[in-house]
């Protein structure tokens, strides 16, 4: 174990083998785009580490506001990190105290990483421990040819699972853990905005028993995509008669259950509106500032259920990702669009950060 | 709304009108069979209740019970009874007092009539009431041109699904009821017994989001059935080596729900050592009588849950019927095989019982 | 069935028969106070509704807007109603088509009416039907000597409960429901405004098996009286170090549940704030506006649940609080704190209005 | 923190100083009884193990039948191990890879040991992990000066609860776990069988909200403990009138919730018949063979939820029982009856298997 090679002037290939060093993306500058260091030194695992070459990565719009350094970026991501959280890869040693995984066992990984100490990590809900840092956000990702996290972290990969999804659980277990959550088994469902997460919602829900699945976004061809993958109404948000429209299916009484994925204030209001007395709102998307919000119209008269949605649950969540893999009926060829060399990183986040792609991945070791 | 021509044969209007007299399949002795009474009494609706025309109505196994007066039946029926609860109709006359209902709209109805003054009828559990009656079986029922039912006993149909599906409601519904009180979503679910409800809690159980189903019996032809409404295997019980099968498919841990549908004493200890630690069983098949049963293996240690199921939750699992029909997912044509004028109730016994059908109809007024 | 001797001075009874008047507090104008009128006409019960005369009835913070016809009040109520919802009587009639109860029985009842037609009042949730309408807001209520309620709204009072608990068995119900629906058994419990309902809350939630009881307000009296019924700090919200008060109790992470019941929009961020990762909020208090709330640090980022609550469960609250009461642990008496003949209102609501009282009671038929 | 002066008799210091060997209470042949070594190899602990000096251990149940040697010790017990699995200690050593805790913390342990490799473990359900090793059971136990668990087996111990009842944390564990399954808020409560953990159970259900608790036993003074506990009732089994007695304080309908402690087979009919339609019981006790069971009538035509109990959920349970700790409400008083030096082990056994005393404690290091 030595030191990083680029510490090293030229001319010493010979002394700095693949086993000192590797490629990462990482954030070389508080300002627009990442860079790529060819000869980065090598991660070491500590005693209950597991190191891990990565096969491939996917981009989520978290690493958009990385490159871009919005004022979110700016203020919680150190200059300097290997970027990216999402990944498929193979087990490439562990640390001395490690009892559970070998070298060789291809894996995914958690990456919310946390001590373990607190009420919520003790009681299987290791996704909202207080002290939770993210992998690629508080410390070294997975842009890169190796990654470490801790054996606690380590998700092995179904054989019949392809690298390509295997490489998006991250993302992909957002949606499946809102509509979990939710519950929307036999029940109508709203998913407000149809990103990345709220596309995977879609064929999530509906692969999870939603009887019928109602979409708004203000994307005319992502609504298009969320009616192929199960939707039977996609509705242009702007146009708010959509909400009678969605009553007028629902009895008069709105949906069973809304999934708020878009982050809109505008759309929380609009989205409660269209929720049943005693309905569920099941909120990811992130709004930008605090929201200015009816709570007696949108919530306490309706007694409806407003459930905050951070992350996975750890293992939950996996288990039930890997359910509905195995039952054959997630649709995502229309949703992991666009492949790249990590040395065509910046092609690849032009595609993401254009729209033209959806999840578009990186390719580390393939 | 008129009444059905075979009603009134040339000259006998005077005696016996419409108003007087209706068509019967009735109890008529303490033995086998039962009888069509061309001229039974028509029913009156009190303050409260509703009268329907019939148009259509399922057989269930309880009227081969009472077919066949076997133990049960013979302690339980009245004879003279008019017998059956399987139903769709048209509303035909409305008592004094009833206020949500009018002449002329298309309803099933539930079979479960009790005072609702007990704390689960007040609690919206009405299905577990203590003092409940049957149609069909406590007092008079829909195998014959009119039924009467409470007021708020009535289900009014969507328009969108058709006679043949809504005469089913009630055995559909114990499929329903099992299947969402298990909450299968994202699950392995393995369905013990594969019988009229058996087959409908496979469409159902997949509908409503099961990641995969295993199914047992010891009736081939059924087991066939059930693999092509959704099962991924349809094993034969009396090979016992399928536990170990499904063991290898779900981890070597076992389903994570067992939905018993068959009574048979033999296949609760099978059934239980198939499910995982810590899963959730759901208990419709009656067994003829008690069974010797290890709590500490199958339920103690394993940390399972229990549920007993008992007729439809009023109105939720409706409700839930309903969304799973207008899904478009459900697969009823292949279980609903048969349909016979209610003239023909010999012929259609004869189908049921020999297992030549599975659910049959009786055309009542169609 | 006799009228209350009380009720008839000598010689008016050609004018005013029992049987035609009756004495009633009601909205007499578009602006401040109630008036008594002392021969109203007495209420005729339709086929399905009960006849009570009212014993004790209570006065909610409703009647207080009503008394005071602020914005709300002038938006909603009818000129001319009969005001009041909480009360305890007798039944005198029933209507031709009630068959569960008879003259002469103890009752209590539900204010909500609602048709029973939709999703929520048919599944056990009637308390949030879309279509509500309550005793003393939307038609005549309880402060009079008689009130009509819809059979299906009578509550049966157990013997061992005396009239003066029976007669606020409304707002309790707000209490009990609230408390029960958070699940706070062997939780730590905020209780956010100790108002009539809060203080409610506070011994309810002690009598449930809150672990220990935390109250905020901004009246130290009230917070005092907290204390006396069970909880263990009682904090003035203006000094808002109580948040690190209550987390360093809390093993650094906040209190499991929040009741929210002051409506106080500053009080939302700060409850929030004392809630930890993956709590559960239930909201009673109304804002008097739309609040501008931090979505992503109180709900999302925490993974928390947020319960809208909205009166009392319908039948399952009522039960609760009767197995409540019949534990003996609740302590009602330092919260029901005066009581004044029906013909002392003005007096009954200077003292409610006050604040010298907290819950105040009019005698009708004592 | 000292050795125990009677480790070292003088003159042995060299050849069994305190680091190399300890006192351990052994199962020492394939018999009746345990046996005192008074030089027992001090165990290692593993790079994440805990090595703990145990203050203060309990006698379970389980220790009994390894003391008597019945069929189910002579088929799990390995002869020569080291009995025990409740104890409070305080941490002596902890192993290279140790990260949460050092020594000097005082702490008891989860005695389920598991890989965390299946379902449960990594799901928040590591009580019914498939491959639990119990300490005291399947690997060395805490009667002994020293026991090893692995770092993720530790519970810290408030320093507000007294080494007397953290020793008992297992036992009151159970209780709590099955009380909380249950869910007894408000409800009505039927503990079958009030030995240690029934008694436990009693104060636990109190504590955590019960309305009302009824005990069954077929021990007088038992129940007269019960009793001062919190229980209502208490019923002599052998007189099965109680049944109809339960019945008539609730409304004629049965219990809410069913504990079930008491392992007899003729209890579980018994305790089924006086639970109300839609009730939970939740079973703990484990009778010793098949029981012949009328699931019928006892479960699924009543609908109701039968929760299999299995050791405490970890760490869930041991939060609650932190918390109904903190509440102050839980009275152990009299189910701690007794306290013997470890050398006096066959006196504190004696005390425990004749009934004389309840729960009974070894002093280790006191």
């Given at each position: 174990?030595?030191?990083?090679?680029?510490?090293?002037?030229?001319?010493v290939?010979?002394?700095?083998?693949?086993?000192?060093?590797?490629?990462?993306?990482?954030?070389?500058?508080?300002?627009?785009?990442?860079?790529?260091?060819?000869?980065?030194?090598?991660?070491e695992?500590?005693?209950?580490?597991?190191?891990?070459?990565?096969?491939?990565?996917?981009?989520?719009?978290?690493?958009?506001?990385?490159?871009?350094?919005?004022?979110?970026?700016?203020?919680?991501?150190?200059?300097?990190?290997?970027?990216?959280?999402?990944?498929?890869?193979?087990?490439?040693?562990?640390?001395?105290?490690?009892?559970?995984?070998?070298?060789?066992?291809?894996?995914?990984?958690?990456?919310?990483?946390?001590?373990?100490?607190?009420?919520?990590?003790?009681?299987?809900?290791?996704?909202?421990?207080?002290?939770?840092?993210?992998?690629?956000?508080?410390?070294?990702?997975?842009?890169?040819?190796?990654?470490?996290?801790?054996?606690?972290?380590?998700?092995?990969?179904?054989?019949?699972?392809?690298?390509?999804?295997a490489?998006?659980?991250?993302?992909?277990?957002?949606?499946?853990?809102?509509?979990?959550?939710?519950?929307?088994?036999?029940?109508?469902?709203?998913?407000?905005?149809?990103?990345?997460?709220?596309?995977?919602?879609?064929?999530?829900?509906?692969?999870?028993?939603a009887?019928?699945?109602?979409?708004?976004?203000?994307?005319?061809?992502?609504?298009?995509?969320?009616?192929?993958?199960?939707?039977?109404?996609?509705?242009?948000?702007r146009?708010?008669?959509?909400?009678?429209?969605i009553?007028?299916?629902?009895?008069?009484?709105g949906?069973?259950?809304?999934?708020?994925?878009?982050?809109?204030?505008?759309?929380?209001?609009?989205?409660?509106?269209?929720?049943?007395?005693?309905?569920?709102?099941?909120?990811?998307?992130?709004?930008?500032?605090?929201?200015?919000?009816?709570?007696?119209?949108?919530?306490?008269?309706?007694?409806?259920?407003?459930?905050?949605?951070?992350?996975?649950?750890?293992?939950?969540?996996?288990?039930?990702?890997?359910?509905?893999?195995?039952?054959?009926?997630?649709?995502?060829?229309?949703?992991?669009?666009?492949?790249?060399?990590?040395?065509?990183?910046?092609?690849?986040?032009?595609?993401?950060?254009?729209?033209?792609?959806?999840?578009?991945?990186?390719?580390?070791?393939?």
């Open positions: 174990m030595t030191l990083h090679p680029s510490h090293t002037a030229p001319g290939e010979i002394k700095t083998s693949p086993r000192d060093t590797m490629r990462a993306l990482y954030k070389h500058h508080a300002g627009l785009g990442l860079a790529l260091d060819p000869n980065r030194r090598r991660p695992p500590g005693p209950r580490d597991v190191l891990i070459r990565v096969t491939k990565a996917g981009i989520c719009g978290t690493d958009r506001h990385i490159w871009q350094w919005d004022d979110w970026a700016a203020g919680r991501i150190p200059v300097g990190i290997v970027t990216g959280h999402e990944f498929v890869g193979v087990i490439e040693e562990v640390g001395s105290a490690v009892t559970k995984y070998q070298p060789g066992l291809r894996v995914s990984g958690e990456g919310h990483v946390c001590s373990h100490t607190d009420y919520n990590a003790r009681t299987g809900n290791a996704h909202i421990a207080t002290d939770t840092q993210i992998i690629g956000v508080d410390r070294d990702g997975c842009f890169a040819d190796l990654v470490v996290i801790p054996e606690e972290n380590v998700w092995p990969v179904h054989p019949s699972i392809p690298d390509k999804v490489a998006v659980f991250d993302p992909l277990g957002n949606a499946v853990h809102t509509v979990m959550a939710a519950d929307v088994s036999a029940k109508t469902v709203l998913i407000s905005g149809v990103g990345i997460i709220g596309l995977m919602a879609v064929t999530v829900a509906r692969a999870a028993g009887s019928r699945i109602f979409a708004t976004d203000i994307n005319p061809p992502r609504l298009e995509l969320a009616r192929r993958l199960g939707a039977v109404e996609g509705y242009d948000a146009d708010e008669s959509w909400i009678d429209d009553r007028s299916q629902t009895r008069g009484e949906v069973d259950v809304v999934l708020e994925m878009s982050g809109a204030p505008g759309a929380f209001g609009q989205s409660f509106h269209a929720l049943r007395n005693g309905g569920v709102a099941a909120l990811l998307g992130l709004p930008a500032k605090p929201v200015t919000f009816d709570f007696n119209s949108n919530i306490i008269f309706k007694g409806c259920t407003v459930l905050g949605i951070n992350g996975r649950k750890i293992w939950e969540t996996w288990y039930q990702m890997e359910a509905l893999l195995l039952s054959g009926r997630l649709e995502l060829d229309e949703i992991i669009t666009h492949e790249y060399p990590i040395e065509d990183f910046e092609q690849a986040f032009a595609t993401m950060i254009s729209g033209d792609g959806i999840k578009v991945l990186l390719n580390v070791n393939t």
